[in-house]
């Protein structure tokens, strides 16, 4: 029933025929789904957050996790009744002692296991307020409900992973975690929080293990490490290590587009940490545009890889008033690295004369010269812009409005040879 949130990158969907028999029972599967759908929906009407309603929103998830309506009733459960009602204002990390954080269940080692335990969990235990209302008898009730409270969010946490496993682009799946993980730190001493969080890092990198350009992965993962870095886990700076994760799995696949653009988004952070002299920040630069040089010449069909070198070269040309590498480069600087570039570029038509993309790249390229030195393209340019143009337009003729738009706006009048 569930939409798979589409194929892994690079294996192909297959069709099959289905017999008779395997319609029939189809249709009995789709009879069973529609009956339990219907059940879920009739107690959310009643506002009915049971226990019982609970294990049913296991049960519909398990065949749909695309069903977003029932994970909001599977909230709901959680909220009414399955986990404690925190107290407003209060802190668990202050206001209790500290939990050992190896009491903790591991949650990503569980990637490697589908056969998790997903029981209904148990309803937090009676309540009994202390007659003397002193402080010992109100912490020790607090430290049962943490107590609770972090073995039905710890399960929550179980009881996802298969199907992130069978649906790893499923947004709301992705989602709920998300919200059980903020529970946890609502709700947790911090260390046993943070040592959720830091479980929860573990997991991605095992998911994009499985598929390493998963852009829900990804962006999971820049979110996690944001809460990791956070004061609320007493955090600090990740972005040495998930700088060197990006290079490994660039290292990997050079088609990596997610982890091009989770690189360009920490290079100014790594760079201001490292607190870089402008030595530094020019042999940083020059190691990367070495980098993604030497990747375009193996790949200069690769879409990702032309974005990096293109970020790397607004930093020469969009450098006022946005985080760049090089801040310090000369005007005489910049001009020298871009019209190097070009030049490179122009030597790859020799062996990639059918390549879109070095077209693209020669283009912007020579725009972006012109508006660094504040003028218009020069006799030769204009031949250059107008000779690529005409590439393009054979090269990618379903972009025909594209290259017409440029055409006009620069006033170049391009004739297709035959």
Avoid at 70 to 76: L, Q
């Amino acid at each position: 029933m569930a939409d798979q949130g589409g194929s892994n990158h690079g294996i192909a969907r297959t069709s099959r025929t289905r017999t008779e028999e395997q319609r029939q029972k189809d249709l009995e599967r789709i009879k069973d789904y529609r009956a339990l759908e219907d059940q879920v929906r009739a107690h959310a009407a009643k506002s009915d957050y049971s226990p019982d309603v609970f294990a049913l929103t296991s049960k519909l998830l398990r065949l749909n996790p695309e069903y977003y309506t029932v994970w909001n009733v599977r909230r709901r459960c959680l909220i009414s009744g399955l986990l404690s009602k925190p107290s407003p204002g209060s802190s668990p990390s202050k206001a209790l002692p500290t939990s050992s954080p190896t009491a903790t269940t591991t949650t990503s080692s569980a990637v490697s296991s589908s056969s998790l335990s997903t029981e209904t969990p148990p309803a937090p235990e009676s309540q009994t307020t202390g007659k003397s209302g002193t402080t010992a008898e109100e912490d020790q009730e607090k430290q049962q409900d943490q107590q609770n409270d972090q073995q039905i969010l710890q399960k929550e946490l179980h009881f996802t992973i298969p199907l992130l496993l069978e649906s790893p682009k499923c947004y709301w799946i992705w989602s709920y975690r998300l919200w059980i993980l903020k529970q946890v730190i609502e709700r947790l001493p911090v260390p046993v929080a943070r040592k959720i969080w830091e479980e929860e890092l573990g997991l991605t990198s095992k998911m994009l293990l499985r598929d390493q350009r998963n852009f829900h992965a990804w962006g999971y993962r820049r979110h996690v490490v944001e809460q990791l870095e956070s004061p609320e886990l007493e955090g600090k700076s990740l972005v040495e290590s998930e700088f060197e994760f990006t290079t490994k799995k660039i290292e990997q696949n050079l088609s990596n587009f997610s982890a091009w653009h989770s690189r360009s988004k920490l290079i100014p952070r790594l760079l201001d940490e490292r607190n870089a002299d402008d030595e530094a920040r020019k042999a940083f630069f020059e190691e990367e545009l070495g980098k993604i040089g030497e990747a375009i010449n193996v790949g200069p069909d690769d879409q990702s890889l032309w974005y990096y070198h293109q970020f790397l070269m607004l930093n020469l040309v969009n450098f006022v008033g946005h985080p760049t590498i090089t801040p310090a480069f000369t005007q005489e600087e910049r001009v020298t690295y871009l019209r190097r570039e070009i030049e490179g570029i122009q030597e790859l038509l020799e062996d990639y004369d059918d390549a879109k993309l070095i077209y693209e790249a020669l283009f912007d390229y020579t725009l972006y010269l012109c508006q660094l030195q504040e003028r218009k393209p020069n006799e030769q340019e204009v031949k250059d812009l107008k000779g690529w143009l005409g590439s393009l337009k054979k090269l990618d003729p379903m972009r025909s409005g594209r290259w017409a738009d440029l055409e006009r706006d620069l006033g170049l009048r391009v004739t297709m040879e035959a």
